[in-house]
Structure formats: C-alpha cells, structure tokens
C-alpha cells in the first residue's frame, strides 16, 4: 500500500495520531476539535508548565474550558509533551507556533524553523505536515519543504505537506475551530488531497486552494483588510472630532444603507496578535520584490497614531476642568484587546497607559479579565471598579468594552469619560 493511501485508510477508520506543535491559544482549540473529530492527538510546547498543566486537565485558553479538555484527557485522546523526538509518533503534524515580529517589524519565523528542524530529525515515510501559523507567501515552499526534502524523501509521495491558516477569533461564541470555513492549500495535489481527508472529520467546510501560497495570502488578505477598514473608520473619527459632529451618528447611519457598505468601528487603535501583524508580512514580502504596500501602510500609521488621539482628547478633559495631565488622576477601564477575553498582546490600551504615565498622570485600571500587567514598562494591578474608584478620578478612559462592565456606575461621571469605543454612545 503507498504512503498516500495508508494516509487516506487511516483519515478514513481515524486511526492517524496527530502531532500538533504549538499549545495556545490556536493549538489547544485545534485539538480538542481533533479529539472531537476521533483522533487521538498528541499536543507538543516547549514549555514544561504547559504541559503539565493540559496533562492535567487545566486550560490556559479562554476558549478550552478546563471540563472540555479534562473530558479528553482523562482517557488519553488528548496528550501532551516537550519531547519533539516524539514526532515521530504522529501521522499528521499540525505546526501552530507563533510568528511575530522582530523590533524592526520583520517577520520572526523562528519558532516555525524550530519546529521544522524537529520534523527533519524524525519526518518518516507516511506523514503529513500542516504549517497552520500565519507568515508572509511563500513561507511553505520556501522555508519548511527544503527542510523537509533534506531528508531524501520526496514531497506528494513520501511525506504530505499544506498550508491551512488558522482562523482565531477569541472570544467569539458563534465561530470557533470547527464551523469557521478551513482554507487549505497543499504543494501537490496529491498533499492536498490527503490532508483533506484527513481534515474532513474535524471541520464543517474544507475549501480546498490551487497552492500553499493562495492559502497564506487568503489569511493575509482577511487581515488586511480589517486593517484598512478600521484605519479608515479610526480616520473618521478623527475628521468627525475636528468638524464637531458625532463619528457614531454618521457610522449608523451609514450602516443602513443595505448594499455596498461594511460597518466598522474606531478605537484606541489594534490589538491582538494577528490585526496589527499579519499585513507587516505582506508588506515585507512586498518590499523584497520593490514594492510599497501604500494601503497597508497607510492604515498602519493611521491605526498606531489612535492611542496618542486618545490621550489628547483626556488632556482636553481635563483642560476644560482647570486641570493639568501631570498629577492628574486617570482610571483606564478595560486593558483586553478586545472585550470579554484577557488577552493583552498588541493591545492598545497599554499604549494609552504608558503615554499617560510618561505625561506625568497617575494610572489605575479596572479590568474583569486581566488581573495584572507587567512589563518593562508597566507594572499594574486591576483594582476594583467601584462608585470612590470612579468618583475619584479625574477622568475615565474607557478602553475596551467588555460585557460585564457596570455601565451605570461610569455614567455617574459622564463628563469626565473619554470612550474610545462607543460603548456609552450619545453620552458626550
């Protein structure tokens, strides 16, 4: 029997094991959605904690609640260990490590290297690779399969290999891992046919892409163009604040309209892991090939200058009240990057906070979801949202709007609210 049709028998009776590489916030819901799927997953970080604790059956993922990941691993569908020579394990390695940015917004694919030396120590006839982390196109081709052919096996034929972005939005209870479409794109027809098969029992939709380089644009494009949109909306803000008119009045308003137009919001600016870095992948890729991505870096510019946008208009709340930034008493309500979740990566917020502090306020925030946060800069605890924390403040940027957030209790204090996300509309 050849390697592919072993592949195909095995997608077919679920009896592939898969290896997924990479155990947060993209992995962890990956495989309970393969454990769900029949499989029996074998999770791998580097991170010995980690690993215990999902042994364990405690989820670090808002989105993985320790019940679910107990259910599976109390009988062994569901896995974890730090040893990468256990790769060899696995039918199907699915690679969900993070791609970030280095300081000088070039992309960072080490830990994808890292996991692509792995597989090159113990990659074996009859296994599938899927890189899932979102990188710039041709990551793929370019940089995993030449790992992977060192080892004298041929691609399509001895080993299987594709692209499929991941599509994480957390928080979101109507789309998670398994009904949000599953773009995939293999480098041989033969790749993308196994892994599809393979796929097939885990997703509600596979849509299948003619290469791995179609596949990483798609998620390029998708997050692309958030980014420009909230630019544009993050632009009207402005042009609205500057002609005195309501930027929230004109957005639902236009948002009637039943046909050629899409509502997005402004806000303190992007956060989050993929919003504010994925269209820096495309752009650096671009810039090797001697062209500007003007859209894309325009809507950055626009999109990193929100929080400075922000913070003049508390300077301007506190002017019209007598009073001066330094010394002043600010309380910034909600440091999430997005509402209901405790993830702060990118997140604007702390932008907001770090230019109020280096102005001289004194800053204090309430967040339901993030207890701390520590970094080289900031070092804050949540303190409690209540009518003396509110009452004595000299003002309140409310920064992201989580669902749980006592409304009522900032409207005591209206006057002195900047909201920067439309959560107490009509209210100035």
Same mark, same amino acid.
């Given at each position: 029997?050849?390697?592919?049709?072993?592949?195909? !028998?095995?997608?077919?009776?679920?009896?592939?094991?898969?290896?997924?590489?990479?155990?947060?916030?993209?992995?962890?819901?990956?495989?309970?959605?393969?454990?769900?799927?029949?499989? $029996?997953?074998?999770?791998?970080?580097?991170?010995?904690?980690?690993?215990?604790?999902?042994?364990?059956?405690?989820?670090?993922?808002?989105?993985?609640?320790?019940?679910?990941?107990?259910? *599976?691993?109390?009988?062994?569908? @569901?896995?974890?260990?730090?040893?990468?020579?256990?790769?060899?394990?696995?039918?199907?390695?699915?690679?969900? #490590?993070?791609?970030?940015?280095?300081?000088?917004?070039?992309?960072?694919?080490?830990?994808?290297?890292?996991?692509?030396?792995?597989?090159?120590?113990?990659?074996? =006839?009859?296994?599938?690779?899927?890189?899932?982390?979102?990188?710039?196109?041709?990551?793929?081709?370019?940089?995993?399969?030449?790992?992977?052919?060192?080892?004298?096996?041929?691609?399509?034929?001895?080993?299987?290999?594709?692209?499929?972005?991941?599509?994480?939005?957390?928080?979101?209870?109507?789309?998670?891992?398994?009904?949000?479409?599953? #773009?995939?794109?293999?480098?041989?027809?033969?790749? $993308?046919?196994?892994?599809?098969?393979?796929?097939?029992?885990?997703?509600?939709?596979?849509? =299948?892409?003619?290469?791995?380089?179609?596949?990483? +644009?798609?998620?390029?494009?998708?997050?692309? *163009?958030?980014?420009?949109?909230?630019?544009?909306?993050?632009?009207?803000?402005?042009?609205?604040?500057?002609?005195?008119?309501?930027?929230?009045?004109? @957005?639902?308003?236009?948002?009637?309209?039943?046909?050629?137009?899409?509502?997005?919001?402004?806000?303190?600016?992007?956060?989050?892991?993929? @919003?504010?870095?994925?269209?820096?992948?495309?752009?650096?890729?671009?810039?090797?090939?001697?062209?500007?991505?003007?859209?894309?870096?325009?809507?950055?510019?626009?999109?990193?200058?929100?929080?400075?946008?922000?913070?003049?208009?508390?300077?301007?709340?506190?002017?019209?009240?007598?009073?001066?930034?330094?010394?002043?008493?600010?309380?910034?309500?909600?440091?999430?990057?997005?509402?209901?979740?405790?993830?702060?990566?990118?997140?604007?917020?702390?932008?907001?906070?770090? +230019?109020?502090?280096?102005?001289?306020?004194?800053?204090?925030?309430?967040?339901?979801?993030?207890?701390?946060?520590?970094?080289?800069?900031?070092?804050?605890?949540?303190?409690?949202?209540?009518?003396?924390?509110?009452?004595?403040?000299?003002?309140?940027? +409310?920064?992201?709007?989580?669902?749980?957030?006592?409304?009522?209790?900032?409207?005591?204090?209206?006057?002195?609210?900047?909201?920067?996300?439309? !959560?107490?509309?009509?209210?100035?």
């Amino acid at each position: 029997m050849t390697t592919k049709h072993d592949l195909l !028998a095995k997608a077919d009776n679920r009896s592939a094991i898969f290896g997924v590489v990479g155990l947060g916030y993209v992995g962890l819901p990956l495989a309970i959605e393969l454990a769900r799927g029949g499989y $029996r997953v074998l999770g791998f970080d580097i991170n010995p904690d980690l690993v215990e604790a999902v042994n364990g059956g405690t989820s670090h993922v808002g989105d993985v609640t320790s019940e679910v990941l107990t259910e *599976f691993t109390s009988d062994g569908r @569901i896995s974890a260990t730090s040893d990468m020579t256990r790769l060899a394990e696995a039918d199907v390695v699915s690679i969900c #490590v993070p791609t970030p940015l280095s300081k000088t917004r070039d992309p960072d694919v080490s830990f994808v290297m890292a996991a692509a030396d792995s597989l090159a120590k113990t990659v074996r =006839p009859g296994q599938a690779v899927v890189l899932e982390s979102t990188s710039y196109p041709g990551t793929t081709r370019e940089l995993l399969l030449p790992r992977l052919l060192e080892t004298g096996l041929e691609v399509g034929k001895d080993f299987f290999l594709a692209f499929s972005p991941e599509r994480i939005d957390p928080g979101n209870t109507q789309w998670g891992t398994r009904n949000t479409p599953k #773009v995939l794109g293999g480098v041989t027809d033969a790749c $993308r046919d196994v892994i599809l098969a393979l796929y097939e029992p885990v997703f509600d939709q596979l849509v =299948p892409v003619s290469s791995p380089e179609v596949a990483e +644009l798609v998620k390029l494009l998708e997050n692309t *163009f958030r980014t420009v949109n909230i630019g544009l909306a993050n632009e009207m803000a402005i042009v609205c604040d500057k002609l005195g008119v309501n930027v929230w009045e004109v @957005i639902d308003a236009a948002a009637t309209k039943p046909f050629g137009f899409m509502k997005f919001t402004p806000g303190p600016g992007l956060g989050g892991h993929c @919003i504010p870095v994925d269209p820096h992948y495309l752009a650096w890729k671009m810039r090797s090939l001697n062209y500007k991505t003007r859209f894309i870096d325009v809507a950055g510019e626009v999109n990193s200058e929100m929080p400075a946008f922000w913070v003049r208009k508390v300077v301007e709340k506190l002017n019209d009240r007598s009073k001066a930034v330094r010394g002043s008493s600010i309380l910034v309500v909600g440091v999430a990057y997005k509402k209901d979740v405790d993830d702060v990566r990118e997140s604007p917020a702390l932008d907001i906070i770090r +230019l109020l502090l280096h102005q001289g306020a004194g800053v204090r925030y309430h967040d339901p979801f993030v207890a701390q946060i520590r970094d080289d800069s900031v070092s804050l605890d949540s303190v409690p949202l209540t009518e003396d924390e509110v009452r004595s403040a000299d003002c309140i940027v +409310l920064a992201t709007d989580h669902t749980s957030l006592d409304y009522d209790l900032l409207k005591t204090e209206l006057r002195n609210v900047v909201d920067t996300r439309n !959560a107490l509309r009509g209210g100035e």
